[in-house]
């Protein structure tokens, strides 16, 4: 298992809280679904084992062949499409999607920009009157909780011997962006202890800015779910809208 791979495992594989809303959209569409930043497969896997045909695009090519050798293993098989979000003309899928989705605020990764970039890019490879999903930081939430994290407790996983643990510190908010920083540790069979300082960097963007970028491509909003994750995390909005028919 590469390192890519399992790091995604260690900090987002124990998240379920927003499952339940990709299936229930899942289950009114009869078509291919598009999953952006599909990363190790946490959500695609998902989807997979529940009977949908899914496409999962992510950037790194490594995150991917991590996610193919897993549906290769358990099946069923998931199409899996290397792609950068940032550069969405050159996105091309082997089916029209009937439903895309964006867990973990991997719309949050683009600019203003990019954003509308993206969502006209995604009106035209999408099947007519397709429901686009992204989800948000519900920033409500997140100030509720604080900047700091000193509650949480790290994020741990043992794999082939090695002991993989990753700890959020703390969440810097900035005019244009939210930085989470988290402390990677791995633990050798032998003992050895390495420790590594990571940043992820999300663009702030609030559900009705991100809604009024969707009218701007051309696509009509369709109303907002709520990801409720727990006590000192902050909660998720879904925005939901519809491609042309």
């Not at 550069?87 to 964006?102: F, Y």
């Not at 999903?133 to 997140?142: H, N, R, Y």
């Not at 202890?193 to 701007?216: G, I, K, N």
Request: hydrophobic share 40%; net charge negative; charged share 25%.
């Amino acid at each position: 298992m590469n390192e890519a791979t399992i790091w995604q495992q260690v900090e987002f594989g124990s998240y379920g809280a927003d499952v339940p809303v990709w299936i229930e959209l899942a289950a009114d569409t009869g078509g291919p679904i598009l999953e952006l930043g599909a990363g190790a497969g946490r959500v695609a896997l998902e989807l997979a084992e529940n009977g949908h045909r899914v496409i999962a695009l992510d950037r790194d090519q490594q995150l991917l062949d991590g996610l193919r050798a897993q549906s290769e293993r358990t099946g069923p098989e998931i199409t899996v499409v290397q792609a950068d979000l940032a550069s969405p003309a050159d996105i091309s899928l082997p089916a029209d999607p009937s439903l895309v989705i964006g867990p973990l605020h991997v719309i949050q990764l683009l600019d203003q920009r990019g954003r509308l970039a993206l969502l006209r890019r995604l009106a035209e490879l999408t099947a007519p009157g397709a429901a686009i999903a992204l989800t948000v930081v519900d920033e409500s939430t997140l100030m509720s909780a604080g900047t700091g994290a000193p509650q949480i407790l790290p994020d741990m996983r043992e794999i082939d011997d090695w002991v993989f643990s990753s700890e959020p510190l703390w969440v810097q908010v900035s005019d244009d962006a939210l930085t989470v920083r988290r402390i990677r540790e791995r633990v050798s069979p032998e003992g050895a202890v390495d420790r590594q300082v990571h940043d992820d960097l999300l663009l702030r963007v609030s559900p009705d800015q991100l809604e009024r970028e969707a009218e701007e491509a051309g696509l009509r909003p369709m109303g907002r779910r709520q990801i409720v994750y727990g006590p000192d995390e902050a909660d998720s909005t879904v925005v939901i809208v519809e491609g042309p028919s």
